[in-house]
């Protein structure tokens, strides 16, 4: 059973830092572009960042351009998403998947709070 399963979510006040990890099992993910996603609560499911299979290529979304840090280790069959200078509206359950994603291997993913 394929599995990405997410963690490193928790409580941070706001400037803080948070690493998230996704790590795979079941498969290998190291040929796809992997991508982060969040949902705030409320709010609908949007991309944040993504990086190809090489991790040569990375993009990210505009509120979180030069904070946030995405990388894998192909290896590890992990992909990483390393989040500074956090702000609240940052607070959000965060989620690994390919990209374009695929609806069966959506985790539980981990909760980032950022506190004011």
């Known amino acids: 059973q394929v599995q990405l399963v997410e963690s490193g979510g928790g409580l941070v006040q706001a400037g803080g830092s948070l690493r998230l990890s996704c790590s795979a099992s079941g498969r290998t993910f190291s040929s796809y572009t992997m991508g982060w996603f969040r949902q705030a609560p409320g709010k609908e499911r949007e991309f944040v960042a993504d990086i190809n299979w090489n991790g040569g290529i990375t993009s990210y979304a505009d509120s979180v351009k030069d904070r946030f840090t995405i990388s894998r280790d192909r290896a590890k069959n992990t992909v990483y998403l390393q989040m500074n200078s956090l702000k609240p509206e940052d607070t959000a359950v965060y989620y690994c998947?390919?990209?374009?994603?695929?609806?069966?291997?959506w985790g539980k993913g981990t909760l980032v709070t950022v506190s004011s």
């Open positions: 998947n390919r990209n374009p994603p695929r609806m069966e291997y």
